[in-house]
């Protein structure tokens, strides 16, 4: 493998990580409310996390590209206050990864936290665990596995991710090029199938070892809680 | 007094109301399946809100909807052992002891763990154990709780003859030995006039 084909894997992992990391909180937040909660709109809700998951990812790179580019409301905003921009970089190719990776994530979380046997918590209540305690160390540990499998499974979806980063942030070297992007690029390219080769396998293998292990901790929760 | 209650509550279509005054020692709520026992039991613990009424144990109240009155779940010190024994499955049976484990406490971790016979069992993971140690635990990490009483949903009620009597004859003890007040739901006879001091009928 050439240099520039290790800096892609980098940079592939680093979007993945800080997709995922990022999407992490707000997927459990959203998990939490899906299955817990009962509010009017929860079904609207539900359809709107997993909008991007049936919608074409080119649209939704466009989407993203209206709320996030630099005349976006969100774009305007966040650059204003923490001067985060998200055009052209890789930072924008986060976003479109954790974006679709989000409807993945709060699905596996969803199951796991409803699988939660709910009469524990309320033992843990009469023991005299506060709420908050009750939440950290019952509901929190018991939903684990599956938050973790999602996790995983959210990664390998941020590491394929191709339509709405392309269409967000374009295709840089270096900045927005991922393993994805850098397939596309060098099929362009007379001469380049043997570095498609080495990038798809590089993809293969990690796409399965994240389905792998996202599976193994779908088992270990005892249920057939599948997020596949 | 040990229990005094006198509650209503509507649960959907049925409509759950007694009142009663108990000496000191064990109480049991006696009747069918369906009459609002567990309902009662959970509205002494604190875990569902009467419409109206009053519960004090013990001479302090802990329930008053005329005063206004209403102690939050955690404080009311209530050693609430389940049916189902609601051990917490990702917990060796030493953490699920030490989980509500207050200092002050009638009886030591070592003295609790003595008195159920559990002490081979503190490394095991609940999964592992069979209903009558399920049960001793549960009725361990109650009492570590330093409750102030003891509410007992059909402890019995899913374990063998055998596991029955190993159980039975903790709680016998529990009720003379510790002088707790317990709050026992059963709709087995038998059980019920071996163990009580007073019988509610719902």
Known sequence: MTAEEWEIVRLSLKVGAVAVAACLPVAFALAWALARGRFPGK????ALIHLPLVLPPVVTGWLLL???GPQGPAGAWLDGTLGLTFMFRWT???????VMALPLM???MRLSIEAVDQRLEVAAMTLGASRWRTFRTITVPLALPGVIAGTVLGFARSLGEFGATITFVSNIPGETQTLPLAIYSALQIPGGESAVTRLAMISVLLSLAALVISEVLARRMGRSAHVL | MSFEVTVSRKLGDTHIACSFAAPPGLTALFGPSGAGKTSILNMVSGLLRPNQGRIAVGGEVLFDSAAG???PVQQRRSGYVFQDARLFPHLRVRANLAYGARHGGVMSQAEVVDFLGIAHLLHRWPRTLSGGEAQRVAIGRALLSNPRFLLMDEPLASLDRARREEVMRV??????EMRLPILYVSHDRAEVERLAATIVEI
Do not use: C, K, S
């Open chain 1, 92 to 98: 924008g190719a986060a976003l479109a990864a954790a």
């Open chain 1, 66 to 68: 209206l709320a996030f």
């Open chain 1, 43 to 46: 079904v609207l809700l539900d």
């Open chain 2, 69 to 71: 009155m209403d102690m």
């Open chain 1, 106 to 108: 709060v699905r596996a």
């Open chain 2, 171 to 176: 709680i016998e003890r529990l009720r003379d």
